[in-house]
C-alpha cells in the first residue's frame, strides 16, 4: 500500500465528510467501510462519524486517503467502478442536505426546457460545493458543453498518476446531469487531472445526453 498521504490544511465541511462516508457505506458496505477506515488510520469515524454541521473538519486528505486504500484494495477497475456508484449516491443526500438555491426536484424547475435546467444547476452544484469547502468549483460554458473544474479536489489531493483518475466526481456529476435531465444520462469525462501535473481538476460535460 502507497504511504499515507499527509493532512493538508484544506478541508471538507463536516456534512460533505459525512456525506462521503454515508455514500461509501451504500456502496461497500458496512464491513467494507470500516476496514477502510481502520487502514487510513481513522477508525474514529466508525463509532463517530463527521457531525452533521457545516464546520470546516473533514480534511481533503481523508478523502484522498480513503480513495487511494479503496484502490489498493479492489483493484484500479475494481475502485473505479465503486468510486463512480459513491459519487452518484452522494448526489440525493447533497440535495437534501444542503439549502440550495433553487429546488432541484420541484416540479417548476423540472418544466424548464433541458438546456435551461442545465444551465441553471450546474453552476449552483459548483456554488454549494465551493461555499461549503476549501475547493473551488467552477462551471464555464463552452458552447456545446461546460467544463467543470476544481481546485484542491479531494480525490487526488496529495498523489501522482499518468492518468485523472477522480472518478467519485465524474459519477457526483453523471448522477446530478441525470436529475437535470429527468433520467437521461450525460458525457462526462475528466480531461485535467492535479495529480497528472494539471493546475486544476477540469471535466468535461456534454450538454447534450447520450442518444
Not at 40 to 48: A, L, Q
Not at 181 to 209: L, M, N, S, Y
Amino acid at each position: 500500500m502507497r504511504n499515507p498521504i499527509p493532512p493538508s490544511g484544506y478541508y471538507l465541511c463536516n456534512r460533505l465528510g459525512r456525506i462521503y462516508l454515508e455514500s461509501l457505506e451504500e456502496t461497500i458496505g458496512r464491513n467494507g467501510l470500516n476496514a477502510l477506515l481502520n487502514l487510513t488510520e481513522n477508525g474514529s469515524y466508525i463509532d463517530y462519524p463527521p457531525p452533521n454541521d457545516l464546520h470546516l473538519g473533514f480534511d481533503l486528505a481523508t478523502a484522498a486517503n480513503l480513495n487511494q486504500t479503496m484502490e489498493f484494495i479492489y483493484g484500479p477497475r475494481g475502485a473505479r467502478g465503486l468510486a463512480l456508484r459513491t459519487g452518484r449516491a452522494m448526489y440525493d443526500r447533497i440535495v437534501d442536505a444542503f439549502d440550495l438555491p433553487i429546488g432541484f426536484n420541484e416540479f417548476a424547475f423540472r418544466l424548464l426546457p433541458l438546456h435551461t435546467r442545465l444551465k441553471i444547476g450546474v453552476p449552483a452544484l459548483a456554488r454549494i460545493l465551493t461555499q461549503h469547502s476549501d475547493q473551488t468549483h467552477r462551471a464555464v460554458d463552452r458552447g456545446t458543453y461546460y467544463d467543470y473544474s476544481i481546485e484542491r479536489c479531494a480525490v487526488c489531493w496529495g498523489q501522482e498518476a499518468k492518468t485523472p483518475f477522480c472518478h467519485l466526481v465524474a459519477g457526483l456529476l453523471q448522477e446530478a446531469l441525470s436529475a437535470f435531465g429527468r433520467g437521461q444520462e450525460f458525457r462526462v469525462v475528466q480531461t485535467e487531472c492535479r495529480a497528472v501535473g494539471a493546475a486544476a481538476c477540469i471535466f468535461r460535460i456534454d450538454k447534450d445526453p447520450i442518444a
